[in-house]
């Protein structure tokens, strides 16, 4: 069975701090990859996508990037936090479509929350 | 505009009461996929169904039960006999021609013993 793991659970940093957070999914190949972040009590914002190793969309602009140095990595990054960008960071997975029917279901990793302070 | 309106924010309810969480949504797209997540207090979206706009036969598994009406654009999730475990917030996406999902904004539901 496939699963989708994140780290680290929580993090507090100061401003203008690096970030890395790290999703690693297990039990599958070639999988699409997705982050998202929830502010609190508010909904999910795709941050970024990618299809495939070195291919990442970008969604929303901000001072956020994304890698994916393997099939089944896909790291979140930043050189310097601000405070909004404290936040519930999900990664998420989906089969990668062959074909032309519709988008896979995805399924999410436990999160992590992050707090700039 | 693709777009997912849950209008209900917070519900509150005592064990054992029926309670439907609304979902609307707004696409051009002929073809689209509705999905409903329920997001604990441990912050998982744990994912419950996906349905495609070309099958409008209701679901039932368990306690959960969805009314999807494309005439109303509305995919509405309801719970039976809800529990304490039920607490929650539960969101309603929609997906069209791409992967991407677009949330609702979600609505908390307190299952009050």
Known sequence: SQTIHQWPATLVQPVGSPLSLECTVEGTSNPNLYWYRQAAGRGLQLLFYSVGIGQISSEVPQNLSASRPQDRQFILSSKKLLL???????????????????????????GTRLTVL | AQKVTQAQTEISVVEKEDVTLDCVYETRDT???????????????VFLIRRNSFDEQNEISGR??????KSTSSFNFTITASQVVDSAVYFCALSYNTDKLIFGTGTRLQVFP
Not at chain 1, 85 to 110: E, I, K, N
Not at chain 2, 64 to 69: A, D, G
């Open chain 1, 84 to 110: 909004s960008d404290s936040g519930f960071y999900l990664c998420a997975w989906s089969v990668r479509r062959t074909s032309r029917r519709g988008p896979d279901t995805q399924y999410f990793g436990p």
């Open chain 2, 31 to 45: 073809t689209y996929y509705l999905f409903w997540y329920k997001q604990p207090p441990s912050g998982e979206l």
């Open chain 2, 64 to 69: 959960y039960s969805w009314n999807f009406q």
